[in-house]
Nanobody, 120 residues
Framework: VQLVESGGGSVQAGGSLRLSCVVS????????MGWFRQTPGKEREGVAT???????TYHAPLVGRGNVSYDNAKNTLYLHMSSLKPEDTAMYYC????????????????WGQGTQVTVS
C-alpha cells in the first residue's frame, strides 16, 4: 500500500485547509484510514478516522472543526480542517490499517510521508 499526502501549507489562524491522501494498492476488504499529526518531540496523535463500514471518528484535536471523507472513485482520503489554530501546526500523516471485528488494528500498517501544516 502506498499513500501520498498533499495539501499542506501555511495558513493564517481561522483559515481552512483540505489535505489529500492518494491511496494505492489497498487490498484490505475491511479497513481503517486515518489522519494523524505529529510535532517534534511529541508522539503522533490521531486526528480523524474513517472505515470501510462508513463510520468516522474525530479525535480531541479536531472535534467540531474537521471533516474526513474518502472518494472511492479517486482512491483519495481527504481531511478538511477549519477554524485553524496555531496549535494545529504539525506534520500531518495519513495511514491505512486492516479492520478486524469493527476495530482498527494498531499500530497502523502503512503510512504516507506527511504534509506540513503551519498556522500562524
Amino acid at each position: 500500500v502506498q499513500l501520498v499526502e498533499s495539501g499542506g501549507g501555511s495558513v493564517q489562524a481561522g483559515g481552512s485547509l483540505r489535505l489529500s491522501c492518494v491511496v494505492s494498492g489497498n487490498t484490505y476488504v475491511t479497513y481503517c484510514m486515518g489522519w494523524f499529526r505529529q510535532t517534534p518531540g511529541k508522539e503522533r496523535e490521531g486526528v480523524a478516522t474513517i472505515n470501510s463500514a462508513g463510520g468516522s471518528t474525530y479525535h480531541a484535536p479536531l472535534v467540531g472543526r474537521g471533516n474526513v471523507s474518502y472518494d472511492n472513485a479517486k482512491n483519495t482520503l481527504y481531511l478538511h480542517m477549519s477554524s485553524l489554530k496555531p496549535e494545529d501546526t504539525a506534520m500531518y500523516y495519513c495511514g491505512v490499517t486492516p479492520m478486524e471485528e469493527t476495530k482498527c488494528t494498531r499500530p497502523y500498517k502503512f503510512w504516507g510521508q506527511g504534509t506540513q501544516v503551519t498556522v500562524s
